[in-house]
């Protein structure tokens, strides 16, 4: 019994349990043709990839290869919705493969491409927020290739190729409402938060999109299939067999969803306005809320969201470790009047940390209350020594090496709490070299003031020296602090110093020369090293697990190594500029050079320049005390060495896309350059897709239409009058629904002729047309020659017969 | 629950896009609340126009089936609106009308607007009968899935599912003679193998063997049984219908349409005896040709099978059948002497008897 049993369900497997003894087997439905099915699926995931970052691209006005990126996102689509119909996975997991393979090839082939595609698109957002925000010195990023009409382009195919494959996933296997609206929205958020509203028709696609989530989601009938299996079993009890897709279901949806999106469009716009929309809101709440943090963040990056200090370049007064990535907003802090006289680079010195405490170079006169009178005079003295003796003998030497300069320095952006001079200048009182802390209220700049230096070169003091070793300066008059190592960095900076190779027997230029070319050769400079994790050392941490940073990341670290060494060493903070940044500066024809520069100079005859000193230019550095020297400056920061280059065939791609007619001058259109606010680009698209269908469809009706004449006419007289009947009833069915009630050739014939009034022996024709369909018996040739010519005149007369519209239902099969 | 999903995964879209139009001062989310508040509107009209228009036919093969082989029914939904249902659920009953087997079923499939949408279903059936399907209602429900129509709409459609006997030509040739034979060896005999049809008064010239001497006496006038002559050179077969839960009855069917082919194959007229459930009665039909069989063969499959064994020759000996020998096909069978029985599958058999 159970043995029998168990027979009967095998023989059953798979089978559908309709009722006892009643089996049904895989139902079947036509869904149509393969192609166009996974077009009209793969239109869904289309049509919200190209909402989102069209709509996102379209609402700042950016403009990119319409054509190209549309043709690139259907293919994909389509290359994806194939997948999903293969009917085994293995299938669906090479083929991701594939494109894996096929997408990173492409990544590292157009990197360059994206990468400058990417900066227009940021610097599209930061200009918006620049003007939105009020925000002043939002950085522009130079893109690497100028043509931005394709770098875009690629850029938004890249992002549409990972939406489209995450989307794929989502759509296909869950049809997730909630998955599509966080891969699509948010990127609008971005132009809706700055009051841009995309293009209209991005909206609709994107609203197209997500209705018919919605709607397969809400329908349950979104699940990929195979072809042969159109429907699925559910629900064990209740015996129930759902299908699965339908193309013809799909392609009704999305029409309607069209229809009714741009009937929704024009009715809303004819009727509300987004001016009358707008001026209903009186306040921007959200912008007043968030316009500080957001500003903040476009500045600074996720750092401005959390970081204790300013990052935007300029002066930190000695204040480390909080900062992620420096964002210098490259507007000018000083402008400079001097007249250049070497192609060294020029140092305004602003700030000097004597003590390394919490993260933090503090001023060795940082608190004059805790600072004794005496202290005070010895560092003044110390001070005087290094700098006003070697002045005060430069200014009196009246020999070649003579030569003194003026600088006038103007603030219109840096920190006011500074004085911002150059080096071996003369002071009257050089407690000027202290810091801020304890003379900001009556020496530092004030906004939009200017200062004016004499100073004497160092070129010219340098040369003048030449080979001689200058009078020893007793360095035991050197305060103390400026070499001390604290505890908590002894370890680590020893270590440093062992792996630099540095020795006690080590001169102080050998010291500082190994220590520069460490650090160029081993940590590389860069202004996004990562903020410092709390708890963490600024020092120990850069030199430990970081090993990467920017001029205050090296600065530091040197300072505390040339003290570790016994040199006499401080942290400096203030601006550095080189001649190239000179040249670049506008000359001050207004000023006499005569005035601003006499004697030795190390490149000649110079004008009056006017230097715009920014906020990139700030910078950090050491100076190391050196017995019969001074204080020197000593730069351990290595130079930045990101390098590019161009692919000459991907030039010659974009040389063939953006189409030289922007260069001929005779105002041609380019390829693909479509007019997105006047929308002739769409009715192009439109136009294209109408066509390809178009072709498609004729082509279709074309090879039937062959392949039938061919039946018709073929050498088998027989087979021939059998085909030709068969399109006769083919014609007729389509005519008339009715006809398929017809189950004999009979009833076939007598309805023919009473539908179309054509009058024939129906009894003969039938006869003779059973006897070639199902006898043995032959007809002769005659016969079949008559029965032929008796068809071609029903054809005739069916044709004549019907109307325009079924005419034009004929012409379709 | 679906619904209420749905509708609560709507009233978040909708609640969802008013907040993000309130906090963006979003145009685009205007549009697409409008879009949003009329949709519904949309889709739950074009649900009432559908529903007003759609028509459903089912088509089964016009042709007998043999059980265990494929047929097919066709399904065929014509919307003529331009409003497309995603979601339509067609509930059918399926049985066997000859067992009263039947079930539920639902069909799910989509009605495209302005279109036909034809579904096919091949249909195996393993006993055979009278398979019926019939439409009680469609469920419409619109695009958003929030509201549903329940029509009810009856279409049905049926195929005769025939045995499909085995050839067993020489052994029913065999039966049949014997039968025969026994027949005319009783007859030989004096054995009356005529029917009794009536009672009446006598009247001169009647034979004497037939008058009812008890019913005479009773009634102090002669009466005579009016009888009906019936061939000694014909075979009666009696059809037990009784089915068990083993589907006995299957086998029997299986049986009797070899048997019976086989007769008339070779031109042997028999007159075929069952129990008819929808008439009440034992139903005799004389078969003289395939046609006449094939006739009896669908009489008998509209018909009903019953639980009592034995229900058939009970009535068959009430009518006074069994007087001479005859054909039973049906189970459980110990009486039958070697050659007089042809044995089908699991415990049928035709046996002669009488």
């Known amino acids: 019994m159970l043995f029998r049993k168990k027979k009967k369900e095998e023989v059953h497997k798979g089978d559908i349990f309709l009722a006892k003894g009643i089996y049904l087997e895989k139902p079947m439905m036509n869904n149509g043709n393969i192609i166009f099915n996974c077009f009209l699926r793969s239109l869904i995931v289309f049509l919200l990839v190209l909402g989102s970052i069209g709509g996102f691209l379209s609402a700042f006005d950016i403009s990119y290869n319409y054509l190209l990126v549309i043709v690139v996102y259907l293919m994909i689509s389509m290359y994806f919705s194939f997948l999903y119909a293969l009917p085994r996975f293995v299938y669906r997991d090479i083929g991701y493969i594939l494109f894996f393979g096929i997408f990173v090839l492409a990544i590292y082939t157009l990197k360059l491409y994206a990468n400058s595609g990417f900066y227009v698109c940021v610097n599209a957002v930061l200009n918006r927020a620049q003007t939105f925000f009020n925000l002043s010195g939002v950085r522009e990023y130079e893109s690497q290739i100028s043509n931005d009409y394709l770098t875009v382009a690629i850029v938004a195919i890249f992002i549409g190729m990972v939406s489209i494959i995450i989307l794929n996933i989502w759509i296909y296997s869950m049809m997730s409402l909630f998955w599509t609206v966080l891969l699509t929205f948010p990127l609008l958020f971005i132009p809706l938060y700055m009051k841009l509203t995309p293009d209209s028709f991005y909206m609709i696609a994107l609203g197209i999109g997500y209705m018919a989530v919605v709607i397969f989601k809400a329908n349950g009938h979104y699940l990929a299939f195979a072809w042969d299996t159109p429907f699925k079993i559910k629900g064990f009890k209740e015996r129930r067999v759902v299908y699965t897709q339908d193309s013809g279901i799909f392609r009704q949806i999305l029409i309607t969803l069209t229809l009714l999106g741009f009937c929704m469009v024009i009715l809303v716009e004819s009727f509300f306005s987004p001016n009358a929309f707008e001026h209903r809101f009186k306040s921007d709440r959200l912008r007043d809320a968030t316009a500080d943090s957001i500003g903040n963040f476009i500045l600074l990056g996720f750092a401005g969201l959390y970081n204790q200090y300013a990052s935007t370049g300029g002066m930190s007064g000695g204040k480390l470790g909080g900062v992620s990535n420096v964002r210098p907003d490259y507007l000018p802090d000083l402008i400079v009047s001097y007249t250049p006289y070497s192609n060294e680079a020029v140092y305004l010195k602003a700030y000097t940390g004597g003590i390394y405490g919490d993260n933090e170079w503090e001023s060795l006169y940082g608190d004059p209350d805790a600072v004794s009178q005496n202290e005070m005079d010895d560092n003044t003295i110390f001070e005087e020594e290094s700098m006003k003796e070697q002045s005060i003998a430069l200014s009196e030497a009246k020999n070649t090496y003579s030569a003194r300069g003026r600088m006038d320095i103007k603030n219109v952006g840096a920190n006011t709490a500074y004085l911002y001079y150059p080096y071996y200048t003369l002071f009257d009182d050089y407690s000027i070299y202290n810091n801020h802390n304890l003379l900001s209220s009556t020496q530092g700049i004030g906004a939009q003031q200017e200062a004016v230096y004499y100073y004497y070169p160092k070129i010219v003091w340098e040369d003048y020296l030449g080979e001689d070793i200058p009078e020893k300066i007793d360095s035991s008059q050197v305060n103390p602090d400026f070499l001390d190592v604290p505890e908590k960095n002894r370890a680590v900076i020893e270590q440093e110093c062992r792996q630099i190779g540095l020795a006690s027997f080590m001169t102080e230029n050998e010291i500082v020369e190994a220590v520069r070319q460490y650090f160029q050769d081993n940590i590389p400079y860069t202004l996004k090293p990562g903020a410092t994790p709390r708890n963490e050392d600024f020092i120990n941490y850069f030199l430990t697990r970081n090993r990467k940073g920017y001029c205050a990341h090296f600065a530091s670290a040197a300072t505390l190594i040339f003290r570790q060494m016994g040199i006499p060493a401080r942290y400096v903070e203030g601006y550095a500029f080189s001649l190239e940044a000179v040249l670049d500066s506008e000359m001050n024809e207004g000023k006499e050079a005569s005035d601003y520069y006499r004697g030795y100079s190390g490149i000649g005859e110079a004008p009056v320049m006017d230097v715009e000193v920014t906020d990139a230019m700030a910078h950090a550095w050491v100076e190391i005390y050196v017995n019969g020297f001074g204080w020197k400056v000593v730069e351990v920061t290595p130079g930045s060495n990101e390098t590019t280059d161009e692919d000459d065939f991907w030039s010659a791609f974009t040389a063939f896309l953006s189409n030289n007619a922007e260069g001929n001058g005779d105002g041609g259109i380019r390829w693909g350059d479509l007019n997105l606010s006047q929308y002739k680009w769409l009715i192009y698209v439109i136009f294209i897709v109408i066509a390809c269908i178009l072709i498609f469809m004729i082509g279709k009706i074309g090879i039937r239409k062959v392949v039938r004449y061919k039946r018709c006419n073929q050498k088998n007289l027989t087979e021939a009058v059998i085909a030709s009947y068969a399109d006769i009833c083919d014609m007729v069915r389509v005519c008339d629904d009715d006809f398929n009630l017809c189950r004999s050739h009979m009833e076939q014939l007598e309805f023919i002729i009473s539908r179309y009034s054509f009058a024939i022996e129906k009894e003969t024709v039938c006869q003779w047309l059973e006897q070639i369909s199902f006898s043995t018996k032959n007809v002769s040739n005659e016969e079949i020659k008559t029965l032929r010519s008796l068809l071609h005149g029903m054809r005739k007369a069916i044709w004549k017969a019907v109307s325009l519209r079924k005419k034009l239902a004929l012409c379709k099969r | ?354």
């Open chain 2, 1 to 354: 629950m679906r619904r209420l999903c749905n509708m609560v995964r709507y009233a978040f879209i909708i609640v969802l896009n008013v907040f993000i139009m309130l906090v963006f001062h979003s145009y685009v989310n205007l549009i697409l609340l409008v879009g949003l508040i009329l949709f519904p509107f949309y889709s739950i009209y074009g649900i009432h126009k559908v529903k007003e228009s759609f028509t459903l036919r089912i088509v089964a093969p016009d042709e007998n089936m043999e059980r265990g082989s494929r047929f097919y029914l066709h399904f065929f939904v014509k919307n003529s609106t331009w409003f497309p249902v995603v979601n339509a659920t067609l509930k059918l009953k399926v049985g066997n009308q000859f067992y009263q087997e039947e079930g539920i079923h639902y069909l799910n499939l989509p009605i495209r607007a302005k279109k036909e949408t034809e579904v096919v279903y091949p249909v195996i059936m393993d006993y055979s009968g009278c398979f019926r399907i019939s439409s009680e209602s469609i469920c419409l429900v619109d695009l958003l899935g929030i509201y549903e129509v329940t029509i009810p709409i009856n279409v049905e459609a049926e195929c005769l599912v025939f045995p499909g006997g085995k050839e067993r030509n020489q052994e029913a040739g065999k039966i049949y003679m014997q039968g025969v034979a026994e027949a005319m060896e009783s007859r030989e005999k004096g054995y009356d193998f005529s029917e009794v049809s009536g009672i009446r008064e006598y009247i001169p010239g009647d034979k004497l063997q037939n008058i009812h001497w008890k019913l005479s006496v009773k009634k102090d006038e002669l009466m005579v049984k009016e009888r009906v002559s019936v061939s000694a050179m014909q075979l009666n077969v009696l059809v037990e219908l009784a089915n068990d839960k083993d589907m006995c009855l299957e086998s029997v069917l299986e049986l009797t349409d070899s048997i019976t082919k086989a007769f008339v194959m070779q031109n042997l007229p028999f007159t075929i005896y069952y129990y008819s459930t929808n008439m009440g009665e034992l139903k005799g039909c004389y078969i003289g040709n395939e046609i006449e069989r094939i006739q009896w063969l669908e009489m008998l499959l509209y018909d009903r099978c019953y639980e009592d064994a034995g229900l058939a020759e009970e009535m068959f000996f009430k009518q006074n059948l069994a007087a001479r020998s005859y054909l039973y096909i049906g189970h459980a069978l110990e009486d039958a002497a070697a050659g007089n029985i042809i044995s089908g599958e699991k415990r049928a058999a035709a046996v002669l008897r009488g």
